[in-house]
């Protein structure tokens, strides 16, 4: 069996506080859709006739004392949405950290087995889904937390390698997973080409998405001076730059414009974003992404 990629004391505080949250509203992870369409579920929707085969139990027997015909009990249909995880297993999320910093893949990686282990507290189905180039092989988790182990191994067991295509694994996202549902994406959001387009696509397409983007501090903010040469960790490319520490700060500038580009598509889509560096310790990082989604679901739900 696989290293643990949380641990137990991690594991029970995500479990409570999932509980919390499952029992005020309803969704945190996962979620349900209402559907136009009639049958099993919680909210009472219309009668009809009884006919030969239909359940005795929705039969309204009330009806029947009055009227001596039989009406069946019509609920409004909940289905669940499809949860799908991405988990981002270029090279570049290996790129080697500052010391006493985690890799940003190992970070990805507790990331969403800690977003799974909530999806399964709550029964729903996650499919973990790495990608490089192109979609991997998946993994569906289900069947309650007690489940939890096949996913650790799972996560475990991926290596990074190869380069980011979000072109390319936006348009094989949507032929391959043609229902619509609920997408987090664990990753960078590094790309030679555009990033902004390809997430856009899986949005219009009908994928609510959840970004979580994480960098390492190196990444972000350098403190780099002189002539230095700078190697692509996926192209093995080498640039050769002079930098002082103006170039530094406008460099860091950029970065966070870009990372703001990837927030805004997010929010303007009617989906959510949240950002991390890898410095961050992983359970302040897990919690603040949850927390978020709890606030806007809370929200949703006192203006429903």
Same mark, same amino acid.
């Given at each position: 069996?696989?290293?643990?990629?949380?641990?137990?004391?991690?594991?029970?505080?995500?479990?409570?506080?999932?509980?919390?949250?499952?029992?005020?509203?309803?969704?945190?992870?996962?979620?349900?859709?209402? $559907?136009? +369409?009639?049958? =099993? /579920?919680?909210?009472?929707?219309?009668?009809?006739?009884?006919?030969?085969? @239909?359940? *005795? #139990?929705?039969?309204?027997?009330?009806?029947?004392?009055?009227?001596?015909?039989?009406?069946?009990?019509?609920?409004?249909?909940?289905?669940?949405?499809?949860?799908?995880?991405?988990?981002?297993?270029?090279?570049?999320?290996?790129?080697?950290?500052?010391?006493?910093?985690?890799?940003?893949?190992?970070?990805?990686?507790?990331?969403?087995?800690?977003?799974?282990?909530?999806?399964?507290?709550?029964?729903?189905?996650?499919?973990?889904?790495?990608?490089?180039?192109?979609?991997?092989?998946?993994?569906?988790?289900?069947?309650?937390?007690?489940?939890?182990?096949?996913?650790?191994?799972?996560?475990?067991?991926?290596?990074?390698?190869?380069?980011?295509?979000?072109?390319?694994?936006?348009?094989?996202?949507? $032929?391959? +997973?043609?229902? =619509? /549902?609920?997408?987090?994406?664990?990753?960078?959001?590094?790309?030679?080409? @555009?990033? *902004? #387009?390809?997430?856009?696509?899986?949005?219009?397409?009908?994928?609510?998405?959840?970004?979580?983007?994480?960098?390492?501090?190196?990444?972000?903010?350098?403190?780099?001076?002189?002539?230095?040469?700078?190697?692509?960790?996926?192209?093995?490319?080498?640039?050769?730059?002079?930098?002082?520490?103006?170039?530094?700060?406008?460099?860091?500038?950029?970065?966070?414009?870009?990372?703001?580009?990837?927030?805004?598509?997010?929010?303007?889509?009617?989906?959510?974003?949240?950002?991390?560096?890898?410095?961050?310790?992983?359970?302040?990082?897990?919690?603040?992404?949850?927390?978020?989604?709890?606030?806007?679901?809370?929200?949703?739900?006192?203006?429903?």
């Amino acid at each position: 069996m696989a290293t643990p990629l949380l641990d137990r004391q991690l594991l029970e505080r995500l479990e409570r506080l999932t509980i919390r949250w499952h029992k005020s509203f309803r969704g945190l992870v996962g979620g349900h859709n209402t $559907s136009r +369409y009639a049958g =099993p /579920g919680q909210e009472f929707l219309d009668h009809r006739h009884f006919h030969q085969g @239909d359940d *005795l #139990r929705a039969v309204n027997w009330r009806a029947y004392l009055r009227l001596e015909k039989l009406f069946l009990k019509m609920f409004q249909v909940e289905p669940r949405t499809p949860v799908r995880l991405l988990v981002d297993a270029s090279l570049s999320m290996a790129a080697s950290p500052a010391p006493g910093e985690a890799s940003k893949f190992d970070y990805a990686r507790r990331m969403a087995a800690a977003l799974t282990f909530v999806g399964l507290v709550r029964h729903d189905s996650v499919l973990v889904q790495p990608f490089r180039e192109r979609l991997e092989d998946s993994f569906l988790a289900s069947g309650g937390r007690h489940r939890f182990g096949p996913v650790n191994d799972f996560l475990a067991a991926l290596e990074p390698g190869g380069k980011t295509d979000y072109l390319h694994i936006a348009r094989q996202f949507i $032929s391959t +997973y043609t229902k =619509p /549902g609920l997408l987090l994406i664990v990753s960078d959001f590094l790309d030679d080409a @555009d990033v *902004l #387009r390809p997430l856009q696509h899986l949005a219009d397409f009908g994928n609510e998405l959840m970004l979580i983007q994480i960098w390492s501090d190196s990444e972000r903010t350098p403190h780099l001076s002189g002539d230095v040469v700078l190697t692509d960790a996926e192209s093995g490319a080498d640039m050769e730059l002079t930098l002082d520490a103006e170039a530094c700060r406008a460099y860091t500038q950029a970065f966070d414009r870009y990372s703001g580009a990837i927030e805004h598509l997010a929010l303007q889509s009617g989906g959510r974003y949240t950002g991390f560096s890898s410095s961050v310790p992983l359970d302040e990082a897990i919690f603040q992404a949850l927390d978020q989604t709890g606030a806007d679901l809370q929200r949703a739900a006192r203006s429903a």
